[in-house]
């Protein structure tokens, strides 16, 4: 029997090496020194959402839906760049669709000059948040057409919906164009103190119209269940809390 025990002698096992990446499952939220930032960090985990969604909209810190700001600046650039530019007419036909346009901008003017008899003011707005309106919507189609267009390869067909958005972002092109040529000639009309088509108007009008469809699509397609278990869960742990308080 050995007088003494020397460590040397022993077998000596694989040697435990710790790297230098820690894993994400060894990751624990700082409940204690951001109590508030871990609860909502855990609400957006509890949802769950296709990855076109996050391309297009966006989560605030509560799990809700809210617009993509890097969507509303790349629609507002297109809105920078298609303002006060001119229609394009086909050069074969350009005197025939040229006559056109004015004749349906002479339309619109004749329109609102029957209006302006009565509480012109009130025309004047409501024209202005309809060339406000036109203005958001031609420039996100053609933001959202460029989007699509830019994920098509060139051996694939382009889908009918897209054909379909293509020949509507024109269409809107052209409305915006006969209601701001409109607005140009009536404007003075309307007894307000500005009657321009305002920037500012237009990127309001573009969020707006952002906040919908991202409410929208999240409504049809998130999967909100784990946060659901999870509410349940704080809901029974307080219950179960005021139980014991007042046994």
């Known amino acids: 029997m050995a007088d003494h025990f020397d460590p040397a002698d022993q077998e000596v096992g694989p040697e435990l090496v710790v790297g230098n990446d820690t894993p994400e499952s060894a990751y624990i939220p700082d409940t204690n020194g951001d109590p508030e930032g871990a609860e909502k960090r855990a609400v957006q985990a509890n949802i769950q959402l296709p990855d076109w969604y996050f391309r297009k909209h966006a989560l605030n810190d509560f799990g809700k839906p809210v ?11 297109v809105f920078d760049a298609k303002f006060g530019t001119p229609m394009t007419y ?5 005197e025939d669709e040229e006559k056109y346009f004015d004749s349906q901008c002479n ?3 004749d329109g609102q000059r029957v209006l302006l008899e009565v509480d012109p003011q009130s025309t004047g707005l ?5 060339c406000t309106r036109t203005w958001s919507e031609f420039a996100s189609i053609c933001y959202e057409y460029q989007d699509a267009m830019s994920s098509i390869t060139v051996a694939e ?4 919906w897209l054909i379909q958005r293509e020949e509507k972002m024109l269409q809107l092109g052209r409305k915006a164009r006969l209601l701001a040529s409109a607005l140009d000639n009536i404007g003075h009309d309307f007894g307000l103190r500005n009657i321009e088509i305002e920037r500012f108007r237009v990127e309001k009008a573009v969020q707006d119209r952002l906040q919908r469809l991202a409410e929208y699509n999240y409504n049809q397609h ?3 269940s784990g946060k659901v278990k999870q509410d349940m869960n ?5 219950h179960m809390k005021s139980i014991v308080n007042n046994a």
Request: hydrophobic share 40%.
């Open 67 to 77: 617009f993509n700001k890097a969507v509303a600046d790349g629609i507002m650039k």
């Open 90 to 94: 086909n050069e074969e036909k350009r």
């Open 107 to 109: 339309q619109i003017i």
């Open 126 to 130: 409501n024209f202005l948040q309809l």
């Open 157 to 160: 067909d382009i889908p009918d």
């Open 222 to 224: 998130a999967d909100a």
């Open 234 to 238: 704080t809901e029974s742990t307080a």
